[in-house]
């Protein structure tokens, strides 16, 4: 299953935390990875640039758990 959050007008924080939860690191791109961080309040340009996609994966997984926390 391929998911285009690209194509996506906006992301709700939910949804980002849903994305980060249930789908998987294959069905992304970089930049569906990059709208869910920025959807969840994330603005560090080193963060938003890292280089590995899986790098930015990490990233949303660890905000979106700590959003989900709170």
């Known amino acids: 299953m ?3 959050i690209s194509n996506l007008s906006s992301v709700s924080p939910s949804f980002a935390c849903f994305v980060a939860s ?3 690191l294959q069905s992304l791109t970089k930049k569906d990875i990059a709208k869910c961080l920025k959807a969840l309040g994330v603005k560090n340009s080193e963060i938003l640039s ?7 994966w990490i990233q949303l997984q660890i905000v979106a758990f700590s959003t989900m926390r709170v």
């Open 50 to 56: 890292l280089k590995w996609k899986k790098e930015l």
């Open 2 to 4: 391929s998911i285009y």
């Open 22 to 24: 249930e789908l998987s």
